[in-house]
T-cell receptor, first 115, second 111 residues
Framework: AQSVTQPDIHITVSEGASLELRCNYSYGATPYLFWYVQSPGQGLQLLLKYFSGDTLVQGIKGFEAEFKRSQSSFNLRKPSVHWSDAAEYFCAVGAVVEYGNKLVFGAGTILRVKS | DGGITQSPKYLFRKEGQNVTLSCEQNLNHDAMYWYRQDPGQGLRLIYY???????QKGDIAEGYSVSREKKESFPLTVTSAQKNPTAFYLC??????????FGSGTRLTVV
């Protein structure tokens, strides 16, 4: 069965420091991979997605992610974190099911930014 | 602007009561989904529907019911059979491959 693991429940970084959020997935075929961000009490906003092609994917808000098939990973990075990046981040893998497709989510990583 | 509207934003349920969460989209998307979010567990799929008048159980469908009478609407009923309904509920829709759009959610609390 498809699954996504985000090993870090909480991460705290200083404003201006670099960020890497880890994501490992389990999926038998070529995965469709996503990163979403959620502010408290809000819905999810898509940061970036990987379907195929270049393994380094650029997203919104200065985020990027790198797909590494050999490590089953899709880590999210940002070179310089801003206070407004504090939120919860979810990695997800797209999975084909009997009647269409669905997203399987990781448990999320809460990012705190200290000034 | 096109999007997904979930209502109400906050909902309180008494023990033994059924409640219905609304989800409406004007994106002309075919597929719609309901996810449940609990702290530290990510999002789990409750029900999904690919076309009107058809829907499928997700991973945690027990205690929930849905209908899809119109393409734009996919309401979720939390029945009294759902023993732990307090959670944040998110509706989503897609067109094509995985272009998910999410609503802003409904927070349900049992009182």
């Amino acid at each position: 069965a498809q699954s996504v693991t985000q090993p870090d429940i909480h991460i705290t970084v200083s404003e201006g420091a670099s960020l890497e959020l880890r994501c490992n997935y389990s999926y038998g075929a070529t995965p469709y991979l996503f990163w979403y961000v959620q502010s408290p009490g809000q819905g999810l906003q898509l940061l970036l997605k990987y379907f195929s092609g270049d393994t380094l994917v650029q997203g919104i808000k200065g985020f990027e992610a790198e797909f590494k098939r050999s490590q089953s990973s899709f880590n999210l990075r940002k070179p310089s974190v801003h206070w407004s990046d504090a939120a919860e981040y979810f990695c997800a893998v797209g999975a084909v099911v009997e009647y269409g497709n669905k997203l399987v989510f990781g448990a999320g990583t809460i990012l705190r930014v200290k000034s | 602007d096109g999007g997904i509207t979930q209502s109400p934003k906050y909902l309180f349920r008494k023990e033994g009561q059924n409640v219905t969460l609304s989800c409406e989209q004007n994106l002309n998307h075919d597929a719609m989904y309901w996810y449940r979010q609990d702290p530290g567990q990510g999002l789990r799929l409750i029900y999904y529907s690919q076309i009107v008048n058809d829907f499928q159980k997700g991973d945690i469908a027990e205690g929930y019911s849905v209908s899809r009478e119109k393409k734009e609407s996919f309401p979720l009923t939390v029945t009294s059979a759902q023993k732990n309904p307090t959670a944040f509920y998110l509706c989503a829709s897609i067109t094509g491959n995985y272009g998910y759009t999410f609503g802003s959610g409904t927070r349900l609390t049992v009182v």
